[in-house]
């Protein structure tokens, strides 16, 4: 498989989560596209998206080869279409030009061409970030969000000799050989906090989860006192007297704190700061192990019983949405600094990255009063996500399922316990 067929598959994955080609080109006023690629069956697609949008109908060429036809029948729509070959003599006509493709051609006019990297990037952003997002914000008024990314190690000439050391082994294979060391005692990157192997493998190994029938994912329940996960949630400690509002930490496994304990999580050290210096916050660290799948976030997000004034830190690694504001922590460990050996591999912090962070996290709230005041720059007439929860579950407290779906899950939930499936 092409790294362009790869680049297909997210392309089309952005269409069943609800975003179209045509619907690009009448958010971009695209009005006579040309697109073109080398493959003749993904044309066969982009042109089934329009067909049945009817909206637009673009020329669709294929860059090299004789002319093809596509003897397919999708949907019954039509059972055959012929792709002609481009003729780059005849591109002025068109108001873009959409290549399938990441290569470069110099005869194209480069004004009015969009390449296969850029065009995915769009559509990631705005399937995974925007739209979910944007629909949230406008059913939860009174709710903060702020979308944050992950940091990692900038292999350079600063680069540490730590870090070029935990750059060839990640803490999954730590993790690994921590399960098969057959009860030798081996050296770690976490000896220096005094941790034992059987308190590493906790901390890296944490809790598995579980997902439900709804879409949302939750933690399974681990009672190790150095880990601590009960009902989804991860323990934040320092958590006393009363508060006003709630920060809800969603992320990826470095928010969850994977090789940290649970009393020196991001979360924990965000609450200590807080209690400090008089704040009435709550921190929940409501993370999970998502890996890139932004649809379980969405899920999440959607069941939170978050209220007015209420901050929701989001981890989308990497994407971020306009008019929302982003913290970007990507270079904050940047050699050179003066923080000390931060990270356990080469995209996960250690509890020392984690204090660290907490604090840069803290300035950029108080710097910004907490977002209190706050104006989101979103569309009020945004159409809604149909798919990830965002439309299913909006309500908070457990969300809001049609009666229709309720029924179809009820029904399934009574055919797994009747068959033990």
């Given at each position: 498989?092409?790294?362009d067929?790869?680049?297909c598959?997210?392309?089309?994955?952005?269409?069943?989560?609800?975003y179209s080609?045509?619907?690009?080109?009448?958010?971009?006023?695209?009005?006579?596209?040309l697109?073109?690629?080398?493959?003749?069956?993904?044309?066969?697609?982009?042109?089934?998206?329009?067909?049945?949008?009817?909206?637009?109908?673009?020329?669709l060429?294929?860059i090299s080869?004789?002319?093809?036809?596509?003897?397919?029948?999708?949907?019954?729509?039509?059972?055959?279409?012929?792709?002609?070959?481009?003729?780059?003599?005849?591109?002025?006509?068109?108001?873009?030009?959409?290549?399938?493709?990441?290569?470069?051609?110099?005869?194209?006019?480069?004004?009015?061409t969009?390449?296969?990297?850029?065009?995915l990037?769009?559509?990631?952003?705005?399937?995974y970030?925007?739209?979910?997002?944007?629909?949230y914000?406008?059913?939860n008024?009174?709710?903060?969000?702020i979308?944050t990314?992950?940091?990692?190690?900038?292999?350079?000439?600063?680069?540490?000799e730590y870090?070029k050391?935990?750059?060839?082994?990640?803490?999954?294979?730590?993790?690994?050989?921590?399960?098969?060391?057959?009860?030798?005692?081996?050296?770690?990157?976490f000896?220096e906090?005094?941790?034992?192997?059987?308190?590493?493998?906790?901390?890296l190994a944490?809790?598995g989860?579980?997902?439900?029938?709804d879409?949302?994912?939750?933690?399974l329940?681990?009672?190790?006192?150095l880990?601590?996960?009960?009902?989804?949630?991860r323990?934040?400690?320092?958590?006393?007297?009363?508060y006003?509002?709630t920060?809800?930490?969603?992320?990826?496994c470095?928010y969850?704190g994977?090789?940290?304990?649970y009393?020196?999580?991001?979360?924990?050290?965000?609450?200590?700061?807080?209690?400090?210096?008089?704040?009435?916050?709550?921190v929940?660290?409501?993370?999970?192990?998502y890996?890139?799948?932004?649809?379980?976030?969405?899920?999440?997000?959607?069941?939170?019983p978050?209220?007015?004034d209420?901050?929701?830190?989001?981890?989308?690694?990497?994407?971020?949405?306009?008019?929302i504001?982003?913290?970007?922590?990507?270079?904050?460990?940047?050699?050179?600094h003066?923080?000390?050996?931060?990270?356990?591999?080469?995209?996960?912090?250690?509890?020392?990255?984690?204090?660290?962070?907490?604090?840069?996290m803290?300035?950029?709230?108080?710097?910004?009063?907490f977002f209190?005041?706050?104006?989101?720059d979103?569309?009020?007439?945004?159409?809604?996500?149909?798919q990830?929860g965002?439309?299913?579950i909006?309500?908070?407290?457990?969300?809001s399922?049609?009666?229709?779906?309720?029924?179809?899950?009820?029904?399934?939930?009574?055919?797994?316990?009747?068959?033990a499936?």
């Amino acid at each position: 498989m092409t790294p362009d067929q790869l680049k297909c598959i997210r392309l089309r994955d952005c269409f069943y989560a609800g975003y179209s080609m045509p619907q690009y080109c009448i958010d971009n006023g695209i009005k006579n596209p040309l697109i073109a690629s080398y493959d003749p069956e993904f044309l066969w697609e982009i042109y089934v998206q329009f067909r049945y949008d009817k909206r637009i109908m673009p020329q669709l060429s294929l860059i090299s080869g004789e002319p093809v036809t596509v003897a397919h029948s999708v949907a019954c729509v039509l059972n055959g279409q012929l792709f002609n070959k481009i003729n780059y003599n005849d591109t002025g006509k068109y108001d873009r030009i959409i290549m399938l493709t990441t290569n470069r051609f110099k005869e194209l006019p480069a004004d009015k061409t969009v390449y296969f990297d850029s065009l995915l990037g769009q559509f990631i952003q705005y399937v995974y970030a925007e739209r979910p997002l944007y629909d949230y914000l406008n059913q939860n008024t009174g709710a903060k969000v702020i979308v944050t990314n992950i940091p990692n190690i900038k292999n350079n000439e600063y680069t540490s000799e730590y870090e070029k050391k935990v750059l060839k082994k990640s803490i999954h294979q730590l993790r690994r050989e921590l399960e098969t060391r057959n009860g030798k005692t081996i050296e770690t990157r976490f000896d220096e906090f005094g941790y034992s192997n059987d308190e590493v493998h906790a901390i890296l190994a944490l809790s598995g989860n579980k997902t439900n029938l709804d879409g949302t994912t939750d933690l399974l329940d681990n009672d190790h006192p150095l880990v601590m996960t009960k009902g989804g949630i991860r323990k934040t400690a320092n958590q006393e007297g009363e508060y006003q509002n709630t920060i809800w930490c969603m992320g990826t496994c470095i928010y969850y704190g994977i090789g940290s304990p649970y009393d020196k999580t991001i979360e924990s050290y965000l609450q200590k700061i807080f209690n400090e210096n008089g704040h009435k916050y709550r921190v929940e660290n409501v993370s999970q192990f998502y890996s890139g799948r932004y649809q379980d976030i969405f899920y999440n997000l959607n069941r939170l019983p978050v209220k007015k004034d209420d901050i929701v830190l989001i981890c989308l690694q990497g994407l971020h949405a306009r008019g929302i504001p982003f913290f970007d922590i990507d270079h904050i460990f940047d050699r050179p600094h003066d923080h000390g050996e931060v990270f356990a591999d080469a995209g996960h912090i250690n509890e020392r990255g984690n204090k660290v962070l907490a604090q840069k996290m803290y300035e950029y709230l108080r710097e910004n009063d907490f977002f209190k005041n706050f104006k989101y720059d979103i569309p009020s007439d945004f159409p809604p996500v149909h798919q990830y929860g965002v439309v299913c579950i909006q309500n908070r407290g457990g969300g809001s399922l049609s009666v229709n779906i309720k029924r179809s899950l009820n029904s399934i939930r009574r055919s797994s316990e009747r068959y033990a499936l």
